[in-house]
């Protein structure tokens, strides 16, 4: 069965910190891997990685695959109050070339102070 | 262009009652997905519809139920509610072979 292990599970800060998400997986088949953030009930879109090594970036936000290591890292830098979020990783697999399910983490709890 | 729509937005209901939960997925998208989030995890996944039929399950017994109409729209049935069920209920459209998932908002069940 995939499995998805983000860590920490829940993390304050101050505004203007720095901090690293981590999210480790193993799946059958990997596809993909995505980071989402979730404020209040919809999850938003952050990035998609298929490829190891190469790093998306999209303001102060930027994220890496290890694909051997099989993990991911969410960065963000100076971080601000409206940072404050679930950040949730997920895995889609392979499957026939459909979309099918993600797995989700636990998701990881943001909270930014001023 | 439209996102992702749900309705009800809460819900309230009482153990061994139904209920029915509605999608209207984003434009130019032709697959709908479930996902059932309770409270402090991350969201699992119910179904999947393609075509107007299912497309892939996870672990969830027989009464949770959907369908996808015409338009790509769905409905999460779910019958003999169970405490358990208290969640919030995810629906994401997507359009097949390709990456974008979009979220609607979200029904908040609440079990009582």
């Known amino acids: 069965e995939d499995k998805v292990v983000q860590s920490p599970l829940s993390l304050v800060v101050h505004e203007g910190d720095t901090v690293t998400l981590n999210c480790s997986y193993e799946?059958?088949?990997?596809?993909?891997l995505l980071w989402y953030k979730q404020e209040k009930k919809a999850p938003t879109f952050l990035f998609m990685l298929?490829?190891?090594?190469i790093e998306k970036k999209s303001g102060r936000l930027s994220s890496i695959l290890d694909k051997k290591e099989l993990f991911s890292i969410l960065n963000i830098t100076a971080t601000q109050t409206g940072d404050s979020a679930i950040y949730l990783c997920?895995?889609?697999?392979?499957?026939?070339?459909?979309?099918?399910?993600?797995?989700f983490g636990k998701g990881t709890l943001l909270t930014v102070n001023p | 262009e439209t996102g992702v729509t749900q309705s009800p937005t809460h819900l309230i209901k009482t153990r061994g009652q139904q209920v029915t939960l509605r999608c209207s997925s984003q434009?130019?998208?032709?697959?709908v997905s479930w996902y059932q989030q309770a409270l402090g995890q991350g969201p699992q996944f119910i179904f999947q519809?393609?075509?107007?039929?299912?497309?892939g399950r996870g672990n969830f017994p027989p009464r949770f139920s959907g369908l996808q109409f015409p338009n790509y729209s769905s409905e999460l049935n779910v019958n003999a509610l169970e405490l358990d069920d208290s969640a919030l209920y995810l629906c994401?459209?997507?359009?097949?072979?390709?990456?974008?998932?979009?979220f609607g908002s979200g029904t908040r069940l609440t079990v009582v």
């Open positions: 994401a459209s997507s359009l097949r072979g390709t990456h974008g998932y979009t």
């Open positions: 799946v059958t088949n990997f596809r993909s």
């Open positions: 298929t490829s190891s090594g």
């Open positions: 997920a895995v889609a697999p392979a499957s026939g070339g459909s979309n099918y399910k993600l797995t």
């Open positions: 434009s130019g998208h032709n697959t």
């Open positions: 519809y393609y075509r107007e039929e299912e497309n």
